[in-house]
């Protein structure tokens, strides 16, 4: 398998950070992927704009290889009014839509979140998806890494792994190490932002960081370590920013690469 295979968005509908950056953007998730070449994207419910039913928007994403969609949008969704979310709703649309391979709750370890979806809730949603072939994520920010979430952990298949605040990749060694301690027996995916959105500092990221982050997640990709590299995303993937411009170089130099 190609090393560009294991790459993939974290997709949202077009513009929809255009209220939290300083420059408009309207790359879709399928001009991003034909863009850059990563053709496998998350697609995440931002503030609410995707929702039931899935039948129109999964037809337009029929182009991308792989597609795990949100059951629980990002922290700005209001919450499901369905007990498993909006898990029937993605295993309704997969008559019509054969790339769907997995669902995700973004944004889970608050403690709203939490207490509206406790572990045998959780459970079932699993139970569900698994059952339509579908592997279950969480994202897992560096924020709550220390913090016992076992309970919860146990529930999904896989769990992304997200360094909040570009400045904090300085201690992303450690966070690693939590993280691979945390998650045995789990799928594995690492988050790479192209922009920082920490708080209302939103800027760009820190070249060096950047390349940091990007060259040691390749690194665990080729030894295996981890399923994935998510990157966000779309909705700044036609800004004029150099971390675009540096993801494409790695794509070109090390896409095609055997792993």
């Known amino acids: 398998m190609k090393l560009k295979e294991k790459l993939w968005n974290w997709g949202h509908l077009e513009g929809s950070h255009n209220k939290i950056v300083p420059f408009e953007c309207n790359m879709s998730p399928e001009g991003f992927a034909k863009e850059y ?70 944004d889970f370890f608050s403690p709203e979140r939490m207490e509206r979806f406790p572990p045998k809730i959780l459970k079932k949603i699993q139970s569900k998806l698994n059952q339509n072939n579908l592997d279950f994520w969480c994202v897992l920010y560096n924020g709550r890494i220390e913090d016992d979430l076992t309970e919860y952990l146990e529930c999904f298949d896989g769990v992304s792994f997200w360094i909040w605040g570009c400045e904090k990749i300085v201690n992303v060694d450690k966070y ?28 760009p990221m820190d070249i060096k960081l950047f390349e940091l982050q990007l060259s040691k997640y390749f690194d665990l990709l080729r030894e295996k370590k981890i399923e994935g590299i998510i990157f966000c995303s779309n909705t700044v993937g036609d800004a004029p920013l150099e971390t675009n411009k540096i993801l494409k170089e790695y794509i070109s130099k090390y896409g095609e690469e055997e792993i």
């Open 176 to 203: 690693l190490e939590r993280y691979f301690e945390i998650t045995k027996n789990k799928k594995r995916m690492l988050g790479i932002y192209l922009y920082d959105y920490l708080d209302d500092k939103t800027q």
């Open 37 to 106: 070449g990563i053709e496998n994207s998350f697609i995440v419910s931002y503030g609410g704009n995707i929702q039931p039913p899935f039948n129109n928007l999964a037809k337009r994403l029929s182009s991308l290889k792989q597609v795990k969609w949100s059951v629980l949008g990002d922290a700005s969704s209001a919450l499901p009014d369905a007990e498993l979310g909006n898990t029937d709703d993605v295993i309704e649309v997969l008559n019509c839509a054969n790339n769907i391979n997995g669902c995700v709750m973004d």
